[in-house]
């Protein structure tokens, strides 16, 4: 997710990661805000999402640190933290949460829990037109309500300053190095859900044996890219240059990462240029091919824009040089870049085979396959590590807008609907939210 999006889905979206272009900078007027009575949902979508936006030790912290702030949690049998943690900080759990002003949680709201006339706070998944969220939008608006997305909170520079792709990054390398054990045998490595935190999953990673042979591409510098490569260094993995993994007489284990420059020429054969890719990459083509006749292991932690060329198209795939083993495509983008990516699989059940020959499906580790991880909602397999790091944001660059006056206007540009319309940023979407 490194790649920044062009400029017309900045102005469109509003938002970007950390690292991307700043060309566009949007500024809005100030919404009222000053919020007091604030409530923690119980999340409630299926199947279950065990993160919080705050953990009970940072529920204590916020009423310290803004006594004017009423601050509850929603009792919840599902959660990573669980509600004897919350009672031992003296947090207040109810179980309606009627009387809030804000009520905030991690994923998007079942609309059997949305509140008319109140202000909500989670990622909503609406703002890229996602069809199975066209319902929640539309009852946003038709109950009166304050939408406020975590995607779209960004500083005035546009970098977003919430985000879980870090620990999309931690986990989905993890399951890489699982995928080579699940067709390569070794000691068993236990999945990251069944790990109590991240320190439990790094020892199990330190004992499994690498083997000295084994060559890892990654793609994207971004947060997932930043998580991926932790775990990787942690692992004893050594970073080498595009160039050197190239050379493939290199003892491991190693990996490389791909930026836009080694990743894509353009078509028509002039030099590349990075910032014209980055505003419009049509009219490129990838050449990746080369890295995957040396490498054993693909993890994909890039952005993909739709515009793009494909990274690993089917004819790729079935090329006879090809080396890869595992595809560990973190990002997820089903009928994106990555053809081997048929779709998402899940925490329980996080491999797939992907034949060669004939482009479908088949079980992990089937002669012929390449053994692919496309788990989409890899941070909750790390739900307390990953909470606390979203909370410790949360608390430090939101909060202080969210209980004053949005001087400089965060709130404001992460708010998609109000009072039954969407604000004038969010106008796009009302062919979307009408279906």
Not at 155 to 176: D, K, M, S, T
Not at 265 to 271: L, M, S, T
Not at 379 to 406: H, K, M, Q, T, Y
Request: glycine share 10%; with cysteine; charged share 25%.
């Amino acid at each position: 997710m490194s790649a920044p999006w062009g400029k017309n889905e900045l102005q469109r979206y509003g938002a970007h990661e950390a690292g991307a272009t700043k060309q566009v900078r949007l500024f809005l007027p100030p919404m009222s805000t000053a919020y007091r009575k604030i409530g923690i949902i119980r999340e409630g979508k299926e199947p279950a999402d065990r993160r919080v936006p705050l953990t009970p030790a940072q529920c204590k912290e916020v009423m310290q640190r803004h006594p004017e702030v009423d601050l509850v949690v929603q009792r919840s049998p599902v959660r990573a933290f669980t509600d004897a943690e919350y009672e031992a900080f003296e947090i207040p759990l109810v179980d309606e949460l009627g009387d809030r002003d804000l009520i905030m949680g991690v994923k998007e709201v079942p609309l059997d829990m949305l509140l008319p006339k109140k202000a909500y706070l989670f990622f909503s998944h609406t703002i890229k037109e996602q069809p199975h969220n066209r319902k929640l939008l539309k009852a946003v608006l038709d109950r009166g309500i304050r939408l406020i997305d975590h995607e779209l909170l960004t500083n005035p520079h546009g970098e977003r300053v919430l985000a879980f792709g870090y620990w999309a990054g931690v986990v989905g390398a993890y399951n890489g190095m699982r995928g080579w054990q699940l067709i390569h045998g070794g000691p068993e490595l236990k999945p990251a859900h069944a790990c109590h935190d991240l320190e439990e999953l790094e020892r199990h990673l330190h004992a499994f044996p690498l083997p000295k042979d084994l060559r890892i591409i990654l793609t994207g510098g971004g947060r997932v890219g930043k998580g991926a490569m932790g775990v990787l260094e942690r692992a004893g993995v050594k970073r080498i240059s595009p160039k050197e993994f190239l050379a493939a007489n290199n003892t491991g284990p190693v990996y490389t990462v791909l930026g836009s420059t080694d990743l894509y020429q353009r078509n028509d054969g002039k030099p590349f240029d990075k910032q014209a890719f980055h505003d419009d990459p049509q009219d490129h083509h990838a050449v990746f091919l080369p890295f995957a006749r040396v490498a054993h292991m693909y993890m994909a932690c890039h952005f993909w824009d739709p515009r793009g060329p494909k990274i690993l198209n089917a004819d790729d795939l079935r090329d006879p040089g090809l080396t890869l083993q595992v595809i560990a495509d973190i990002s997820c983008d089903i009928g994106g870049p990555i053809d081997s990516t048929l779709r998402a699989s899940t925490i329980a059940e996080p491999f797939y085979g992907y034949d060669r020959n004939s482009g479908t499906e088949r079980p992990a580790g089937s002669p012929g396959t390449i053994t692919v991880m496309a788990v989409d909602n890899l941070p909750c397999e790390l739900p307390r590590d990953a909470s606390e790091a979203f909370g410790r944001d949360l608390i430090e660059r939101v909060l202080p807008s969210l209980v004053g006056n949005d001087e400089e206007g965060m709130i404001a540009r992460a708010t998609i609907a109000e009072g039954g319309a969407l604000t004038a940023t969010h106008r796009y979407l009302e062919a979307y939210a009408k279906g």
